[in-house]
């Protein structure tokens, strides 16, 4: 069965950096990219980003730019999310999830969807 | 604007249909998808596309779009139910973004 296994939780000082991890399996990695998404303590979700697996092609919301890296290693079928610079308000759970896009050839634009995601990997920034 | 609003809460009496919704000039031109969080776990997918549920999502889950608002209507809600919704969807450059989420209590 399609399934994500994620890293472990950290913790971190403010300034220092994290680098989270996303193991896929169940799946033709190369075929679907991931999503990354985060949820502080009682917030709600927040869209960090996604990456290509097939190709590496990023995309970053617009307030991580900067800070925020996606990559993936085909050989071992794992995505990871490096996040710099971090601040109290980095504190939060992040998750990854397959990303499936759908193709409107009709309309000439896609959708995505996030089918399958990880369990989370909570990231806790604290002096 | 690629902002997505939701209603914070919504209530429902077990076994009567709830609609929750979600507004945002994207959705004039791209499907939202919808997300089901319980506490502590990680969110599922319920609804994608113009209405689409992925295996093992009941058929009381189903999807609609109109204009700049889509909906998601539980039909004859579930204890089960009851837990934190958030459509997704796009935006013209390709980022993604999330509705503040509704919290459906099932009364």
């Known amino acids: 069965q399609v399934q994500l296994v994620q890293s472990g939780a950290e913790v971190k000082k403010p300034g220092a950096s994290v680098k989270v991890s996303c193991k896929a399996s169940?799946?033709?990695?190369?075929?679907?990219?991931i999503s990354w998404v985060r949820q502080a303590p009682g917030q709600g979700l927040e869209w960090m980003g996604w990456i290509s697996a097939y190709n590496g092609n990023t995309n970053y919301a617009q307030k991580l730019q900067g800070r925020v890296t996606m990559t993936t290693d085909t050989s071992t079928s794992t995505a990871y999310m490096e996040l710099r610079s971090l601040r109290s308000d980095d504190t939060a759970v992040y998750y990854c999830?397959?990303?499936?896009?759908?193709?409107?050839?009709?309309?000439?634009?896609?959708?995505?969807?996030?089918?399958?995601w990880g369990k989370g990997t909570t990231v806790t920034v604290s002096s | 604007s690629s902002e997505l609003t939701q209603d914070p809460a919504v209530s429902v009496a077990l076994g009567q249909t709830v609609r929750i919704t979600c507004q945002g000039d994207?959705?004039?031109?791209?499907?939202a998808s919808w997300y089901q969080q319980k506490p502590g776990q990680a969110p599922v997918l319920v609804i994608y596309g113009k209405n689409n549920r992925p295996s093992g999502i009941p058929d009381r889950f189903s999807g609609s779009s109109s204009g700049n608002t889509a909906s998601l209507t539980i039909t004859g809600a579930q204890a089960e139910d009851e837990a934190d919704y958030y459509c997704?969807?796009?935006?013209?450059?390709?980022?993604?973004?999330f509705g503040g989420g509704t919290k459906l209590t099932v009364l």
């Open positions: 997704n969807s796009r935006d013209s450059s390709g980022k993604g973004v």
């Open positions: 994207s959705l004039r031109s791209y499907y």
């Open positions: 169940g799946y033709t990695f190369t075929s679907y990219g």
């Open positions: 999830a397959r990303r499936i896009v759908v193709v409107v050839a009709a309309r000439g634009y896609y959708y995505y969807y996030m089918d399958v």
